[in-house]
């Protein structure tokens, strides 16, 4: 699934440490989500869109193409 997270963290001048700390994740997860190796749970995609200050739409496509 293409997401905006990195472009997103990146504006705030967070480091994926920082904003695995802000979401109570490892860097790891925040690594593999920027990558789109990994999908989110619905909790997290909220936590995510809740930080951002955006629908979830604007922060992931689930290019169902």
Do not use: H, K
């Amino acid at each position: 699934m293409n997401n905006r997270i990195q472009e997103l963290r990146q504006r705030n001048n967070w480091s994926q440490a920082e904003l695995a700390a802000r979401l109570q994740v490892s860097r790891q997860t925040i690594n593999a989500l920027e990558r789109g190796r990994y999908d989110p749970s619905l909790p997290l995609s909220f936590r995510l869109a809740r930080l951002f200050g955006l629908p979830i739409e604007e922060i992931f496509d689930p290019d169902l193409d």
